[in-house]
């Protein structure tokens, strides 16, 4: 957990930054959980997720001199990620003997990893059933909307920072994002 | 405000960032507070249940990237920056040829165990029981499957049809007769008496009463108008016999030949032939005289020839046919000619032909009939 709030760090100073970019090796240990985590919600397939990580790295790395400090690091390294998440699955449906190749990932088990806490047996069993429900509904959403949808439930982004990934208007970041949970709470009331 | 937000509201609230009109409600209303609050931890959990996901898988395989190894974390593993072609090939080597597998080494022991068979193992009375039993059984079956009343009770009653077509095949010989005297020497030749269909006497070879209080004329049974051989012989006899002294033959019932009842032949009756029950040989009985016509039952309409309908030609063709036992027709000859290829057009037709039989006394018999089979263009 520790490190996830330190990536959670203000970002803008333009110092920081530069500082960052210059050491970079500090830059990935920051951010890498957090990029991963957007790849492994967004493509549930812990291979291609660390693949598209890297991917993200090194096209930060090649362009670490254009960029200008005008969004903050946080939003800069979500958009390459955003625009890898894209590509990649475009270029799935070519690729559809790969998932033959390693083992499947079982998407239905993110239950089991809710967080302690829960006070009863019954009280367990009803956050499973939520988190499925909820999970079960973002696989069905479409790529903007599952990408919205994440950037704001699971990264805590706010309107900018999510339009600024996205390249979206404001606007549609909303409806985006209504659309999803609108989708999502149907999946819940469903399961009630 | 007493009304409720919808779902929808709900939903648009969470996603334009708590900006809306609802606000107020929002703070006034616990029902809605409830309702938000529960949709939100709903959220929330599933935060939570990813970021813990994604930790553990990130940790799994201890591909942290520590100051040491991170950047060999950008150098993609060779194995997924593999073109798609080999990798295809790759798959497509592995599903036809498979690499053989290392020799299986078996570290395993066999051990005894308990016995499978239930909680108190094989035991001596349960078979002996068993056996017992299975024995009652079996003997009780037998018992009563020995029993003739049962056996009466159980047979099983159906009726048997034979098949039409398995019929067994009618001898071609319809008609006949034989006789004979109870004489050493075998029938004599001799011309055939008049068919008639009431025999009175039969004919003799040889006559042994000489005075007779009544003469009538021997005859043999068969239809009146049939053709009989013709024999250019003075005395009465077989027709197909050799010449020689004359005798009434070794048959018995009078009459000529080996037979017995009457008749000329070594049939049975009072006909003329190797046949039984009268007529003559295997002379066919005609129309009339108790013998009822057959009757058409499947028809096939002769094709006109080529020639024919060319030369519009018209008639009528005679066909002299036997229509047998089973109603089909049998040799059929032509007996008025059309020609121009109608003839043989006429014969391949009746051939298809099939009959309800003629039939005398109930049973079906052959017929020799005419058969007219007219041709007319419209």
């Known amino acids: ?192 | 405000m007493n009304r409720h937000l919808t779902s929808r509201a709900i939903t648009s609230f969470l996603a334009s960032f708590g900006a809306t009109n609802d606000d107020r409600h929002l703070r006034e209303c616990a029902a809605c507070q409830a309702e938000l609050a529960s949709f939100q931890s709903s959220l929330a959990l599933f935060r939570d249940s990813i970021r813990h996901w994604s930790e553990f898988e990130e940790h799994r395989n201890a591909m942290v990237s520590t100051t040491e190894n991170h950047l060999d974390c950008f150098i993609v593993s060779a194995s997924l920056d593999e073109p798609w072609y080999r990798d295809f090939a790759a798959n497509l080597r592995e599903a036809v040829s498979p690499a053989s597998l290392p020799p299986l080494e078996v570290t395993s022991r066999p051990i005894p165990v308990r016995e499978i068979w239930g909680l108190y193992g094989r035991q001596k009375k349960s078979w002996l029981l068993s056996l017992a039993f299975q024995t009652l059984v079996v003997a009780v079956l037998f018992a009563t499957a020995s029993n003739p009343t049962v056996r009466q009770a159980a047979r099983p009653a159906f009726d048997f049809y034979v098949p039409l077509a398995m019929t067994a095949p009618k001898p071609k010989t319809q008609g006949g007769g034989g006789g004979g005297g109870r004489s050493v020497l075998p029938p004599s030749k001799g011309r055939l008496p008049k068919p008639a269909l009431k025999q009175f006497t039969p004919p003799a070879a040889v006559t042994n009463n000489l005075n007779p209080k009544l003469t009538v004329d021997p005859s043999i049974v068969a239809p009146p108008d049939m053709a009989l051989p013709q024999i250019a012989l003075n005395n009465d006899g077989d027709s197909l016999a050799k010449l020689g002294t004359f005798s009434n033959g070794p048959g018995s019932g009078g009459g000529v030949g080996s037979g017995k009842d009457g008749g000329v032949g070594p049939g049975f009756g009072p006909g003329a032939g190797p046949g039984s029950g009268g007529g003559f040989n295997d002379a066919l009985y005609r129309l009339g005289a108790g013998v009822s016509a057959p009757v058409l039952l499947y028809k096939v309409e002769p094709d006109y020839s080529e020639e024919a309908r060319k030369a519009r030609h018209q008639g009528t063709v005679v066909l002299n046919a036997v229509i047998d036992a089973t109603g089909h027709v049998a040799n059929p000859q032509v007996v008025r000619s059309l020609g121009l290829g109608l003839d043989e057009k006429a014969l391949e037709a009746v051939t298809k032909w099939r009959f309800k039989p003629a039939s005398k006394d109930g049973k079906p018999v052959a017929v020799t009939a005419e058969i007219l089979v007219t041709f007319h263009l419209l």
Request: with cysteine; net charge positive.
């Open chain 1, 1 to 192: 957990m520790q490190r996830i709030l330190v990536t959670d760090r203000a970002p803008g100073a333009a110092e920081t930054c530069a500082d960052l970019l210059r050491d970079f090796d500090s830059l990935v240990r920051l951010y890498r959980p957090r990029i991963f985590r957007f790849m492994m919600a967004s493509l549930r397939d812990r291979e291609s997720a660390e693949n598209l990580t890297q991917d993200c790295f090194v096209r930060a790395y090649q362009a670490r001199h254009q960029f200008r400090g005008a969004a903050s690091l946080t939003t800069w390294l979500m958009q390459i990620a955003a625009n890898l998440i894209r590509d990649h699955e475009n270029s799935r449906r070519l690729k559809f003997w790969r998932r033959h190749l390693g083992a499947v990932p079982d998407f239905a088990g993110l239950s089991d990893w809710i967080p302690d806490g829960q006070s009863s047996p019954e009280a367990a069993a009803a956050a499973r059933e939520q988190v499925e429900a909820v999970w079960s509904a973002v696989r069905r959403l479409s790529e903007r909307q599952r990408t919205v949808f994440l950037l704001r439930f699971v990264e805590e982004m706010d309107l900018q920072e999510i339009a600024a990934v996205t390249g979206m208007k404001e606007g549609t970041v909303k409806s985006h994002l209504f659309r999803a949970l609108q989708a999502v709470r149907a999946k819940l009331e469903d399961r009630k």
